[in-house]
Protein backbone atom coordinates (compact mmCIF):
# COMPACT_ATOMS: atom_id res chain seq x y z
CA UNK A 1 0.00 0.00 0.00
CA UNK A 2 1.17 3.60 -0.69
CA UNK A 3 1.99 5.84 1.63
CA UNK A 4 3.38 9.86 2.51
CA UNK A 5 5.26 10.79 5.08
CA UNK A 6 5.75 14.35 6.41
CA UNK A 7 7.77 13.97 9.05
CA UNK A 8 8.05 17.71 9.89
CA UNK A 9 4.59 18.72 11.72
CA UNK A 10 5.52 22.34 12.43
CA UNK A 11 8.13 24.52 11.24
CA UNK A 12 8.75 28.21 12.41
CA UNK A 13 11.12 30.47 9.57
CA UNK A 14 11.66 33.89 9.75
CA UNK A 15 10.69 35.80 6.73
CA UNK A 16 12.76 35.98 4.31
CA UNK A 17 14.25 32.56 4.71
CA UNK A 18 14.41 30.31 2.63
CA UNK A 19 12.43 27.04 3.18
CA UNK A 20 12.11 23.37 2.44
CA UNK A 21 9.27 21.14 3.49
CA UNK A 22 10.28 17.05 3.14
CA UNK A 23 7.97 14.61 1.83
CA UNK A 24 8.70 11.37 1.77
CA UNK A 25 6.12 8.37 -0.21
CA UNK A 26 6.32 4.53 -0.51
CA UNK A 27 4.41 3.46 -3.99
CA UNK A 28 5.61 0.53 -5.82
CA UNK A 29 5.43 2.14 -9.34
CA UNK A 30 6.39 5.46 -11.37
CA UNK A 31 4.55 7.94 -8.47
CA UNK A 32 2.36 10.94 -9.22
CA UNK A 33 3.29 13.32 -6.60
CA UNK A 34 1.21 16.72 -5.25
CA UNK A 35 1.50 19.50 -3.10
CA UNK A 36 -0.81 21.42 -2.06
CA UNK A 37 -1.42 24.28 0.64
CA UNK A 38 -4.54 24.60 3.02
CA UNK A 39 -5.28 28.11 4.21
CA UNK A 40 -7.23 28.05 8.04
CA UNK A 41 -10.42 27.18 7.67
CA UNK A 42 -10.12 26.52 3.59
CA UNK A 43 -9.81 24.05 0.83
CA UNK A 44 -6.93 22.79 -0.51
CA UNK A 45 -5.06 24.57 -3.25
CA UNK A 46 -2.97 22.93 -5.78
CA UNK A 47 0.88 24.41 -5.42
CA UNK A 48 2.61 21.89 -8.07
CA UNK A 49 2.72 18.50 -9.02
CA UNK A 50 5.05 15.99 -10.55
CA UNK A 51 4.23 12.99 -13.09
CA UNK A 52 7.26 12.98 -15.20
CA UNK A 53 10.09 14.34 -17.08
CA UNK A 54 11.84 17.00 -15.63
CA UNK A 55 12.62 16.24 -12.04
CA UNK A 56 12.40 19.66 -10.31
CA UNK A 57 9.26 21.11 -10.93
CA UNK A 58 8.30 24.87 -10.85
CA UNK A 59 4.63 25.86 -8.64
CA UNK A 60 2.89 28.81 -8.10
CA UNK A 61 4.06 31.28 -5.53
CA UNK A 62 7.44 30.90 -6.33
CA UNK A 63 7.42 27.22 -4.74
CA UNK A 64 9.47 24.52 -6.52
CA UNK A 65 9.78 20.65 -5.59
CA UNK A 66 12.33 18.27 -6.68
CA UNK A 67 11.62 14.37 -6.88
CA UNK A 68 14.08 12.15 -6.22
CA UNK A 69 13.39 8.42 -7.41
CA UNK A 70 16.67 7.35 -5.12
CA UNK A 71 15.55 8.72 -1.80
CA UNK A 72 11.65 8.28 -2.54
CA UNK A 73 11.33 12.02 -1.74
CA UNK A 74 9.36 14.76 -3.16
CA UNK A 75 10.60 18.19 -0.53
CA UNK A 76 8.95 21.35 -1.29
CA UNK A 77 11.26 24.50 -1.51
CA UNK A 78 11.03 28.31 -1.54
CA UNK A 79 14.02 31.04 -2.01
CA UNK A 80 12.50 33.64 -0.10
CA UNK A 81 9.52 32.76 2.49
CA UNK A 82 6.75 35.49 2.69
CA UNK A 83 4.27 36.11 5.94
CA UNK A 84 1.47 35.27 3.71
CA UNK A 85 2.72 31.36 3.06
CA UNK A 86 2.06 30.35 6.75
CA UNK A 87 -0.76 27.90 5.82
CA UNK A 88 -0.21 24.21 6.33
CA UNK A 89 1.38 22.38 3.63
CA UNK A 90 0.39 18.89 2.01
CA UNK A 91 2.34 16.13 -0.25
CA UNK A 92 -0.08 13.71 -1.73
CA UNK A 93 0.61 10.56 -4.13
CA UNK A 94 -1.88 9.90 -6.46
CA UNK A 95 -2.67 6.10 -6.62
CA UNK A 96 -3.22 4.39 -9.92
CA UNK A 97 -6.91 2.49 -9.70
CA UNK A 98 -10.28 2.38 -9.74
CA UNK A 99 -10.85 5.42 -7.81
CA UNK A 100 -7.62 7.13 -8.68
CA UNK A 101 -7.50 8.74 -5.42
CA UNK A 102 -4.98 10.53 -3.87
CA UNK A 103 -3.22 9.65 -0.52
CA UNK A 104 -2.02 12.17 1.80
CA UNK A 105 0.55 12.92 4.55
CA UNK A 106 -0.30 14.45 7.59
CA UNK A 107 0.89 18.19 6.75
CA UNK A 108 3.45 20.34 7.72
CA UNK A 109 1.94 23.78 10.02
CA UNK A 110 4.56 26.51 8.32
CA UNK A 111 4.83 29.73 10.61
CA UNK A 112 6.31 32.83 9.26
CA UNK A 113 7.76 35.20 12.14
CA UNK A 114 8.04 38.59 10.96
CA UNK B 1 -11.13 24.30 -13.70
CA UNK B 2 -13.62 22.86 -11.77
CA UNK B 3 -15.45 24.87 -8.90
CA UNK B 4 -16.69 22.59 -5.73
CA UNK B 5 -19.17 24.20 -3.87
CA UNK B 6 -20.28 22.98 -0.30
CA UNK B 7 -22.53 23.64 2.17
CA UNK B 8 -23.01 24.56 5.10
CA UNK B 9 -20.17 26.01 6.06
CA UNK B 10 -20.60 25.66 9.23
CA UNK B 11 -22.92 22.84 11.10
CA UNK B 12 -23.00 22.15 15.10
CA UNK B 13 -25.02 19.37 15.81
CA UNK B 14 -26.17 17.27 18.70
CA UNK B 15 -24.69 13.57 19.36
CA UNK B 16 -27.25 11.26 17.47
CA UNK B 17 -28.85 13.55 14.89
CA UNK B 18 -28.67 12.84 11.17
CA UNK B 19 -26.47 15.05 8.83
CA UNK B 20 -26.58 16.08 5.46
CA UNK B 21 -23.77 17.68 3.71
CA UNK B 22 -24.08 18.39 0.35
CA UNK B 23 -21.03 18.86 -2.66
CA UNK B 24 -22.17 20.00 -5.92
CA UNK B 25 -19.02 20.45 -8.80
CA UNK B 26 -19.46 22.93 -12.00
CA UNK B 27 -17.01 22.69 -14.96
CA UNK B 28 -17.17 18.85 -15.92
CA UNK B 29 -18.68 16.13 -16.63
CA UNK B 30 -18.43 12.95 -15.13
CA UNK B 31 -16.00 13.49 -11.86
CA UNK B 32 -14.43 11.15 -9.88
CA UNK B 33 -15.68 12.75 -6.29
CA UNK B 34 -14.17 12.25 -2.91
CA UNK B 35 -15.18 13.08 0.30
CA UNK B 36 -11.94 13.61 3.05
CA UNK B 37 -12.05 14.21 6.34
CA UNK B 38 -9.64 16.32 8.41
CA UNK B 39 -9.56 15.77 12.04
CA UNK B 40 -8.18 18.49 13.74
CA UNK B 41 -4.44 18.76 13.82
CA UNK B 42 -4.53 15.47 11.71
CA UNK B 43 -4.30 15.14 7.92
CA UNK B 44 -7.26 14.14 5.17
CA UNK B 45 -8.31 10.96 5.33
CA UNK B 46 -10.58 9.50 2.26
CA UNK B 47 -13.63 8.28 4.03
CA UNK B 48 -15.54 7.62 0.35
CA UNK B 49 -15.22 7.96 -3.31
CA UNK B 50 -17.26 7.63 -6.53
CA UNK B 51 -16.28 7.30 -10.15
CA UNK B 52 -20.46 7.67 -11.02
CA UNK B 53 -23.99 8.13 -10.25
CA UNK B 54 -24.87 5.68 -7.52
CA UNK B 55 -21.16 4.17 -7.44
CA UNK B 56 -19.78 4.59 -3.99
CA UNK B 57 -17.04 3.06 -2.48
CA UNK B 58 -16.00 3.76 1.17
CA UNK B 59 -12.25 3.39 2.52
CA UNK B 60 -13.04 3.18 6.12
CA UNK B 61 -16.20 1.73 8.28
CA UNK B 62 -18.19 4.38 10.26
CA UNK B 63 -20.86 6.08 10.33
CA UNK B 64 -21.60 7.86 7.91
CA UNK B 65 -22.61 6.84 4.39
CA UNK B 66 -22.15 8.89 0.82
CA UNK B 67 -24.57 8.68 -1.86
CA UNK B 68 -24.34 10.56 -5.53
CA UNK B 69 -27.83 10.98 -6.54
CA UNK B 70 -26.25 13.26 -9.81
CA UNK B 71 -23.68 12.98 -12.03
CA UNK B 72 -22.22 16.40 -10.12
CA UNK B 73 -23.68 15.79 -7.02
CA UNK B 74 -22.57 14.27 -3.51
CA UNK B 75 -23.55 13.46 -0.58
CA UNK B 76 -22.70 12.65 2.91
CA UNK B 77 -25.38 11.54 5.33
CA UNK B 78 -25.50 10.24 8.96
CA UNK B 79 -28.44 8.39 10.75
CA UNK B 80 -27.49 9.07 14.16
CA UNK B 81 -23.84 11.37 15.17
CA UNK B 82 -21.22 10.81 17.15
CA UNK B 83 -18.54 13.17 19.00
CA UNK B 84 -15.75 11.47 17.07
CA UNK B 85 -17.82 12.36 13.74
CA UNK B 86 -16.52 16.11 14.44
CA UNK B 87 -14.10 17.33 11.72
CA UNK B 88 -13.66 19.54 8.58
CA UNK B 89 -15.17 17.54 5.53
CA UNK B 90 -13.80 18.63 2.36
CA UNK B 91 -15.33 17.48 -1.32
CA UNK B 92 -13.06 17.07 -3.73
CA UNK B 93 -13.26 16.50 -7.89
CA UNK B 94 -11.13 14.84 -10.52
CA UNK B 95 -11.83 14.77 -13.77
CA UNK B 96 -12.65 10.97 -15.11
CA UNK B 97 -9.48 9.22 -16.09
CA UNK B 98 -7.03 11.54 -15.37
CA UNK B 99 -4.40 10.03 -13.56
CA UNK B 100 -2.03 12.93 -12.82
CA UNK B 101 -5.19 15.41 -12.94
CA UNK B 102 -5.08 17.83 -10.09
CA UNK B 103 -7.96 17.18 -7.02
CA UNK B 104 -9.88 20.15 -6.83
CA UNK B 105 -11.17 21.06 -3.27
CA UNK B 106 -14.43 22.76 -2.07
CA UNK B 107 -14.03 25.29 0.63
CA UNK B 108 -15.14 22.38 3.00
CA UNK B 109 -17.35 22.27 6.09
CA UNK B 110 -16.99 22.66 9.82
CA UNK B 111 -19.21 19.87 12.00
CA UNK B 112 -19.36 20.16 15.63
CA UNK B 113 -21.17 17.94 16.81
CA UNK B 114 -22.00 18.00 21.21
Known amino acids: AQSVTQPDIHITVSEGASLELRCNYS??????LFWYVQSPGQGLQLLLK??????LVQGIKGFEAEFKRSQSSFNLRKPSVHWSDAAEYFC????????????FGGGTRLMVKP | SQTIHQWPATLVQPVGSPLSLECTVE??????LYWYRQAAGRGLQLLFY??????ISSEVPQNLSASRPQDRQFILSSKKLLLSDSGFYLC?????????????FGEGSRLTVL
Open chain 2, 92 to 104: ASRRQGAISGELF
Open chain 1, 27 to 32: YGATPY
Open chain 1, 50 to 55: YFSGDT
Open chain 1, 92 to 103: AVGQINAGNMLT
Open chain 2, 27 to 32: GTSNPN
Open chain 2, 50 to 55: SVGIGQ
